[in-house]
């Protein structure tokens, strides 16, 4: 088959990172007899660059008119980037806000998992690791804080800042579905985390998440509040499925979710509408400190490509290939710098994918 | 000296924690010659029981009427307390939300320290630990989505919920001023957490941080993100002295943080105002499961009593002794169960209370 990837190689690592998962796809293409042509489209920094605004309607037509796109890494360092001189709105996060804004990308999934291979590298005593643990983090990505209405104003010389966190149901249900479906091909729980105790917004989500629950009575749904779930993400991660939450929680908790893992360098990301089209992105950053010195890790990407082939591409066996070739030079000992531990074959980005690629 | 303490015992374990550190303290009067007088103020589910709402007037006179609020813990099980049938705004938690707006507490301090003897309940791995740490989270409690504006509506049919995050600039400076004063007593560095990439108070926020920052030019200033220090927390909780954030961030960050050092039973907090007057009480919850039983860890109340002296009645060597007495019990093995380790001696919570208050 033949399938339209728009690519947004991005800021940072990302050239390379986006470079390694390519040459993945490529071998994807060879094996399966697939044809993929690719389209590049300029985001964040890269788009400030060339166009002085982080994405055009250009980018976003190229996107829309693609089967998927996947995406590097967006931003650069706060400290030295002449971006961050610019107002928040020009800066290249905003490209990232807009374009999720644009296709309507409402679900965002980071599965945080952790490698048998890499328990080294988890933060947590082997105790809590336990047999390993495996959750997914659904966030709603294009409602709340992030798109509300916000304002700066001024009265008798004291500046006031307002935000306004808003959903409606129709919003919530939506990201509920999604959550109970992928439940149902996991482990069948669903933990919904708001601040009900305090929030308006997140009673009428845990009203609405309990009602889409009725269509799910093979989906266990436990309710958690925010400032506990952040705790039991330390405590014993091993409890959790499926996390269901709001964009700024879910902002945070996938982050610690992610480091809780101990190797973000790993971990894969998809943001979905109501169609197939979806934006694939590693979860961690653009780290500008190691870019283009071939050190930076492309398996995240690499299995963010594995995400497009399932979801967006309809290509289950070829993204189960993509992961186990993953998880077979991971028990060939290669790692690159970031999850490098005693006895194992140091490569770089190149190397690495050159290895996930001759794997498949 | 005479002092006024407003004893809050609240629900579940609270009563007999706070038996707990009333007995440390009437140790205290007798050593050092104080004399301290209480009055027993409801607050929560106990005052919803006795009184139907969850604050009256006559409480939060009698605890203005105090140098300082002692308090234990507030709430119940969600699952099977009556009071959770109630709506929102009559439940436990909007009494010490009511408290806290009506005493004008609007600094929320959490040390989160690992105490040494105790390096076994932490969930992180001991390369992580290192020689341990030591952070304080500067909480701002008074504004942000607690106390902004909240409305449920609905439209053909369709429920739309807001809630509302403000900030004014006094409201920020004045915390920050705490936060880098704090600082200036421990090792100067204050960690600013925020969401300046997307919120307009979040970029107040900074800004009048930065501000304040010019007159503690002793006090080194960083700015994180919130989803960043959320994975910095796990990843590397050394780097931090002062953590300052505003009142949705501090809630999520200052539970991780307590979770980090395993031992949520050892964790006091303070809540502060621009007066001497402060609500002193422990970080974890009402703990409904094992009220009543003698197994509740009375340490955090006993610290919180602690906090209570140093900064509302002045009593520095007083606090002092009393944080070293616990010292001296966690030296000598004594351990309530949730921080029961072996080769330790187990205690319940009494006997926690009266090891503690001999060793002053
Ligand atoms: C860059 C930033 C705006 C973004 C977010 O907060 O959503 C990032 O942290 C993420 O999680 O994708
Ligand atoms: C009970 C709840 C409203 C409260 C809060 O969120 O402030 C609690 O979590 C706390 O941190 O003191």
């Given at each position: 088959?033949?399938?339209?990837?728009?690519?947004?190689?991005?800021?940072?690592?990302?050239?390379?990172?986006?470079?390694?998962?390519?040459?993945?796809?490529?071998?994807?293409?060879?094996?399966?007899?697939?044809?993929?042509?690719?389209?590049?489209?300029?985001?964040?920094?890269?788009?400030?660059?060339?166009?002085?605004?982080?994405?055009?309607?250009?980018?976003?037509?190229?996107?829309?008119?693609?089967?998927?796109?996947?995406?590097?890494?967006?931003?650069?360092?706060?400290?030295?980037?002449?971006?961050?001189?610019?107002?928040?709105?020009?800066?290249?996060?905003?490209?990232?806000?807009?374009?999720?804004?644009?296709?309507?990308?409402?679900?965002?999934?980071r599965p945080a998992y952790l490698y048998n291979e890499l328990?080294?590298?988890c933060?947590?005593?082997?105790?809590?690791i336990?047999?390993g643990f495996d959750m997914i983090i659904?966030?709603?990505?294009?409602?709340?804080?992030?798109?509300?209405?916000?304002?700066?104003?001024?009265?008798?010389?004291?500046?006031?800042?307002?935000?306004?966190?808003?959903?409606?149901?129709?919003?919530?249900?939506?990201?509920?579905?999604?959550?109970?479906?992928?439940?149902?091909?996991r482990?069948?729980?669903?933990?919904?985390?708001?601040?009900?105790?305090?929030?308006?917004?997140?009673?009428?989500?845990?009203?609405?998440?309990?009602?889409?629950?009725?269509?799910?009575?093979?989906?266990?749904?436990?309710?958690?509040?925010?400032?506990?779930?952040?705790?039991?993400?330390?405590?014993?991660p091993k409890?959790f499925d499926?996390?269901?939450?709001?964009?700024?929680?879910?902002?945070?908790?996938?982050?610690?979710a992610s480091?809780v893992t101990g190797s973000i360098?790993m971990l894969s990301?998809?943001?979905?509408?109501?169609?197939?089209?979806?934006?694939?992105?590693?979860s961690?950053?653009?780290?500008?400190?190691?870019?283009?010195?071939?050190?930076?890790?492309?398996i995240a990407?690499?299995l963010?490509?594995?995400?497009?082939?399932?979801?967006?591409?309809?290509?289950?066996?070829?993204?189960?290939?993509?992961e186990?070739?993953v998880q077979?030079?991971l028990?060939?000992?290669?790692?690159?710098?970031?999850?490098?531990?005693?006895?194992?074959?140091?490569?770089?980005?190149?190397?690495?994918?050159?290895?996930?690629?001759?794997?498949?």
């Amino acid at each position: 088959m033949e399938y339209k990837i728009a690519l947004i190689p991005g800021d940072g690592i990302g050239p390379e990172i986006v470079a390694e998962a390519r040459k993945v796809l490529d071998k994807v293409c060879e094996k399966y007899s697939h044809k993929f042509s690719y389209t590049e489209v300029l985001l964040g920094g890269a788009s400030i660059d060339a166009h002085g605004v982080p994405l055009t309607e250009e980018a976003i037509a190229q996107a829309k008119a693609s089967d998927a796109v996947l995406m590097g890494s967006i931003g650069g360092d706060a400290k030295t980037s002449p971006w961050y001189k610019l107002e928040p709105s020009k800066r290249p996060e905003a490209g990232l806000l807009a374009i999720r804004k644009a296709l309507n990308l409402f679900a965002n999934l980071r599965p945080a998992y952790l490698y048998n291979e890499l328990r080294d590298a988890c933060p947590l005593r082997d105790e809590i690791i336990g047999d390993g643990f495996d959750m997914i983090i659904v966030r709603e990505l294009t409602g709340g804080l992030y798109f509300g209405a916000r304002k700066t104003t001024e009265e008798n010389g004291v500046r006031t800042a307002v935000d306004t966190l808003s959903y409606n149901e129709n919003e919530i249900r939506r990201i509920a579905i999604k959550a109970f479906e992928i439940a149902r091909k996991r482990r069948n729980k669903v933990t919904s985390v708001d601040k009900a105790n305090v929030l308006d917004s997140s009673r009428l989500w845990r009203s609405v998440v309990e009602d889409v629950a009725k269509d799910y009575p093979d989906v266990t749904l436990e309710h958690m509040l925010v400032d506990n779930c952040a705790m039991q993400l330390v405590r014993d991660p091993k409890q959790f499925d499926v996390i269901l939450t709001e964009n700024m929680f879910g902002d945070i908790l996938s982050d610690e979710a992610s480091m809780v893992t101990g190797s973000i360098g790993m971990l894969s990301s998809a943001s979905l509408n109501e169609t197939k089209l979806g934006l694939y992105e590693p979860s961690h950053g653009s780290a500008p400190d190691i870019a283009g010195q071939n050190k930076a890790n492309p398996i995240a990407t690499i299995l963010s490509a594995a995400m497009m082939l399932r979801y967006s591409l309809d290509l289950d066996k070829e993204a189960d290939a993509v992961e186990a070739a993953v998880q077979k030079v991971l028990t060939d000992g290669y790692r690159t710098g970031d999850i490098m531990s005693d006895g194992c074959k140091p490569v770089g980005t190149k190397e690495m994918g050159d290895l996930i690629a001759d794997a498949i």
